[in-house]
């Protein structure tokens, strides 16, 4: 058990629909990462944040949003879903006692699925 | 593309031998690690190697880094059934706040 916790692991919807996943970090991690991984593929970074504010985006879209809360969860809203949407959602979290964004390590939760039908 | 580059993308080897597999990066790190992916799951940590290392070994583990090439290995002795996963690379830049992740080698291990 890493102690990163996503909701919902697993999500049905359909094209247009907006939905938002959760992410509770490991107790003590200032960072969180959002990474997304499609089918049988390699994890695209989107977002990290470090104690409430943005630090770092990749190849997020414009349809895609996060932020993190003064108790350092996290929420990714994906909204104008599309089909190609569809991927796992992973959330990672690090830098437990320390200051520095990066420090190493990075814990991942369980992922979120989403389906997009 | 914002990956580093993996390779092989997929191997199959026999248990009881040994599985390499290699990452190369675009710029300078700060450290390189690896990753471990079970079917679905979330990603497991094995190994960090900092940009001032050159080799460190984790058990049945070995990895090497160099800057010069800007690439690593990773080694694995001894596979077992177990072992059969994705491994991932991922690397922290210098210039930028990011830890971006390979492709992915696909290891299966044939009993």
């Known amino acids: 058990d890493s102690g990163v916790t996503q909701t919902p692991k697993h999500l049905i919807t359909a094209t247009g629909q907006r939905v938002t996943l959760r992410c509770s970090p490991r107790s003590g991690d200032l960072s969180v990462y959002w990474y997304q991984q499609s089918l049988d593929q390699g994890l695209q970074f989107l977002i990290q944040y470090y104690n409430g504010e943005e630090r770092a985006k990749g190849n997020i879209l414009e349809r895609f949003s996060a932020q993190q809360f003064p108790d350092l969860h996290s929420e990714l809203n994906l909204s104008s879903l599309e089909l190609g949407d569809s991927a796992l959602y992973f959330c990672?979290?690090?830098?437990?006692?320390?200051?520095?964004?990066?420090?190493?390590?990075?814990?991942f939760g369980e992922g979120s699925r989403l389906t997009v039908l | 593309s914002q990956q580093g580059e993996e390779d092989p993308q997929a191997l199959s080897i026999q248990e009881g031998e040994n599985a390499t597999m290699n990452c190369s990066y675009k710029t300078s790190i700060n450290n390189l690690q690896w990753y471990r992916q079970n079917s679905g799951r979330g990603l497991v940590h094995l190994i960090l190697i900092r940009s001032n290392e050159r080799e460190k070994h984790s058990g049945r583990l070995r990895v090497t880094l160099d800057t010069s090439k800007k690439s690593s290995s990773l080694l694995i002795t001894a596979s077992r059934a177990a072992d059969t996963a994705s491994y991932f690379c991922a690397t922290d830049y210098s210039s930028a706040s990011k830890i971006i992740f390979g492709s992915g080698t696909r290891l299966s291990i044939r009993p």
């Open positions: 990672a979290s690090s830098g437990r006692g320390t200051f520095k964004p990066n420090t190493g390590e990075l814990f």
